[in-house]
C-alpha cells in the first residue's frame, strides 16, 4: 500500500518562502509522474505543479515563476520550493502522483498572512 506524508508547510508573512516535502513509499516513484496539489477553504483540489521521471516540469499559471517542483528518486521524496508567497497561496498542500490515483495524506498546511 503506498503512503504519501507530507511536511513543511507553516505560517508565512506574504512574500515569504517555504520548502514543502512528500515522502513516498511503496514502489510508485521512480517512473511516476508525481504531483503537488492545494485545496483552499470551500474550494476543490487544484494541481499546482508536476514533475515526470525524466524531470520536466508543468506548473499552473497562478505560481509560474515563483514555485519549483524537484524531485529525489534515491529518497523517494519530492519538493515544492514556494518564493513569494501569497494570501491566495493559503490551503492544504497535497502530494500525490499525476494523475491522482493513490489515498491521499493528510497533507500540509500553509497559511500566508497578509
Known amino acids: 500500500q503506498v503512503q504519501l506524508v507530507e511536511s513543511g508547510g507553516g505560517l508565512v508573512q506574504t512574500g515569504g518562502s517555504l520548502r514543502l516535502s512528500c515522502a513516498a513509499s511503496g514502489r510508485i516513484f521512480s517512473r511516476a509522474v508525481m504531483a503537488w496539489y492545494r485545496q483552499a477553504p470551500g474550494k476543490l483540489r487544484d494541481l499546482v505543479a508536476r514533475i515526470d521521471s525524466g524531470g520536466t516540469t508543468n506548473y499552473a499559471d497562478s505560481v509560474k515563476g515563483r514555485f519549483t517542483i524537484s524531485r529525489d528518486n534515491a529518497k523517494n521524496t519530492v519538493y515544492l520550493q514556494m518564493n513569494s508567497l501569497k494570501p491566495e497561496d493559503t490551503a492544504v498542500y497535497f502530494c500525490?502522483?499525476?494523475?491522482?490515483?493513490?489515498?491521499w495524506g493528510q497533507g500540509t498546511q500553509v497559511t500566508v498572512s497578509s
Open positions: 500525490n502522483t499525476w494523475p491522482a490515483v493513490h489515498a
